[in-house]
């Protein structure tokens, strides 16, 4: 997937400098090539000879080198690429960048492109919440900078917290997805009007801003020991790129998902969770938000009684498992008591047939507004898939949507969301009783 595609990697000054190494190496593997520039800190923690050597690039330090501009100037060589990366971005060059400064060669580069940029945070947990960089952060979003990480964790300096730089491997992912992904809105420039020499810019639609909302998404593991759970095959990709395409349109969005195999979306507060119990609490923790879209495949029931210890293999029968149900998430939340419950709650439902007649049924059980029904019969590839052919069933009619990404799915049910705000947010009939399975 990366294969000739041409990365400018902008490293600068944090203790996270050493993983950029690495990134240049998986990047290289997967047949990218990737050329790098250094900001001044960011010698201070690796050298420009290393990062030369991993890249087989001259690295770009000095926004004066005569040599260097005579080879090839800095707006050549951020337009020459296919995506500028940020990994490490300290709370310092995210200040800059949103700040439009260019004052040294990386932050020139970043300035002068018309290419998709990436940004891998990595600081300090207070330099991350402190409400400058999160300001900042939220201009960088509006201007259509893509953000993978940071991740939680204990730090270089003890403390712990959101602040640690994603590992080379999610970032490599979140590369792969730009490139899979249709250019952000900002970048795709208007045809630039005869005469004039410079294109101008369409704005990013942000018709969610200053929503709050909830996304589940994944599997939930169920502990039936200290090793052992119990599973299911969601990959949590529909739920993951819901959570994007709401963000895209402004939303706040907080993400809860169980363990899968992807990284966090950009642009999006993810919470990790294992088992239903625990992405239950996150959920309600979190109310009220104005909406939740629960797309996750949380396991009906759960252990009874976890073993405290590893199962142990003794005597002839093999350990029998009571179950024990497990609660509902989405059902709790819709039926909740109206200062808590969101204007709109939508679920889920995969079926293998008779898709959109159960669909109608579970709407009224759970009590949501809206179901999204989803095939997953046998080759239906919805597991694991990229695409997803659905059906909005809602309590005044049904929407059968084509065959389509996931990607397509989520963006097409954010405009959905966003039109159901702007339209005055109310779904008319509420059910407050719900049954009690679908
Ligand atoms: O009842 P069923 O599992 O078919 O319902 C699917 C919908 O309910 C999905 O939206 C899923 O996220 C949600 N659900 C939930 N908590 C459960 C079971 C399902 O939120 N325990």
């Given amino acids: 997937m990366l294969k000739g595609k ?23 593997e997967r047949g990218a090539s990737v050329r790098c520039a250094m900001t001044k800190s ?30 090839m100037g800095h707006i050549e060589l951020s337009r020459d690429a296919d995506l500028l990366v940020v990994a490490p971005a300290t709370a310092n060059i995210l200040a800059r960048m949103a700040s439009g400064l260019a004052d040294d060669m990386a932050t020139t580069l970043l300035l002068a492109t018309d290419k998709p940029i ?36 204990e730090m270089a300096c003890g403390e712990f917290g959101p602040g640690r730089m994603a590992e080379p491997l999610e970032i490599v992912a979140a590369i792969e997805e730009q490139f899979g992904r249709p250019q952000p809105k900002h970048l795709t420039l208007v045809q630039p009007a005869a005469g004039s020499r410079t294109a101008s810019v369409a704005p990013l639609q942000q018709d969610l801003k200053g929503r709050r909302i909830i996304v589940t998404s994944g599997p939930t593991h169920e502990p039936i020991d200290p090793v052992r759970y119990i599973a299911n095959r969601s990959s949590g990709k529909q739920g993951h790129a819901i959570a994007a395409a709401l963000a895209a349109r402004g939303a706040e969005v907080t993400l809860v998902t169980g363990p899968v195999n992807l990284p966090d979306p950009s642009g999006v507060t993810t919470v990790h969770v294992e088992a239903a119990r625990d992405m239950f609490s996150a959920c309600f923790l979190r109310l009220p938000v104005d909406a939740v879209v629960c797309a996750a495949a949380v396991a009906d029931w759960r252990v009874a009684v976890e073993a405290p210890q590893k199962l142990k293999k003794s005597g002839d ?15 709790a939340i819709a039926t909740t008591d109206a200062k808590r419950r969101p204007a709109l709650v939508v679920g889920f439902a995969a079926e293998t047939e008779h898709v959109v007649a159960y669909a109608q049924k579970k ?34 009619g049904v929407e059968d949507w084509p065959r389509m990404s996931k990607a397509d799915v989520a963006a097409r049910l954010a405009e959905r969301i966003a039109g159901f705000f702007s339209a005055g947010g109310k779904t008319g009939a509420r059910v407050k009783s719900a049954g009690k399975k679908a």
């Avoid at 029968?317 to 059902?331: F, G, K, Q, T, V």
């Fill in 6 to 28: 041409r990365i400018l990697l902008v490293i600068s000054g944090g203790i996270a400098a050493y993983k950029a190494l690495e990134l240049i190496r998986r990047l290289r």
């Fill in 118 to 153: 990436l940004v891998a945070p990595a600081m300090n947990v207070r330099m991350w919440v402190h409400p400058a960089t999160q300001r900042n952060i939220g201009i960088l979003k509006q201007d259509g900078v893509a953000f993978v990480g940071p991740n939680d964790g």
């Fill in 42 to 71: 960011a010698e201070q923690f690796v050298t420009p000879l290393s990062v030369a050597s991993l890249s087989g690039e001259k690295v770009a330090t000095d926004l004066f080198s005569l040599t260097d501009e005579a080879e």
């Fill in 363 to 396: 709407l009224v059980a759970k009590g949501c507004d809206w179901i999204v029904a989803n095939h997953v019969g046998e080759g239906s590839g919805t597991f694991g898939g990229d695409e997803n052919t659905v059906h909005l069933v809602r309590r005044d």
């Fill in 317 to 331: 029968e093999p350990p029998s498992l009571r179950l024990a149900e497990n609660p509902d998430i989405l059902r």
